[in-house]
């Protein structure tokens, strides 16, 4: 979809088994409230029953409170959530969270029947779900229309980038 995922959002009728949500950086006041409660609480209206979302969010290691904002504005919105990392080539330690609605949290998986993936088997996903001391949850609130805690927790984080 390339349009305003807000309006969107708020008009779609149909829905879907998967979500992935990859958008730019929450960097400016624009793009900060495709990361809030408001956002993907709306999100629900097109996840389809038993469905699963994925949303790009961030990097844990460079901006460990926006991440963790993005998880808990997830959960927020009534997501069960997964979050985990990987390492991105270009972008380093990357971070990422899998959604369910209400529920339990999902946990990652490989489908049975996928042929062996060069990269990634089942202990690989599960590595990728434990965080290092340095980048574990940290006590932020989530971001919201009114309050987009995520920029303010962006800026100062990439500020010495």
Known sequence: MHTDAFGWLRTAAARYDAVIVDLPDPDETATAKLYSVE??????NV??????MVVQAGSPYFAPR???CIEASIR???????PYHVDVPSFGDWGFVLAVSGGAAPTPAIPA?????????AEVLRAATVFPP?????????????????????????RSY
Not at 47 to 52: E, F, H
Not at 137 to 150: A, G, H, I, N
Request: hydrophobic share 45%; proline share 9%.
């Open 47 to 52: 996840l389809a029953p038993g469905g699963r």
């Open 76 to 82: 927020e919105a009534g997501f069960a959530t997964s």
């Open 134 to 158: 340095d980048r574990r949850r940290v006590d932020v609130r989530p971001s919201t229309l009114l309050e987009p805690r995520v920029l303010e927790y962006a800026r100062a984080e990439w």
């Open 113 to 121: 029947g996928v042929p062996p993936l060069r990269f990634l088997d």
């Open 66 to 68: 926006s991440f963790w």
């Open 39 to 44: 956002f993907y609480a709306l999100l629900h």
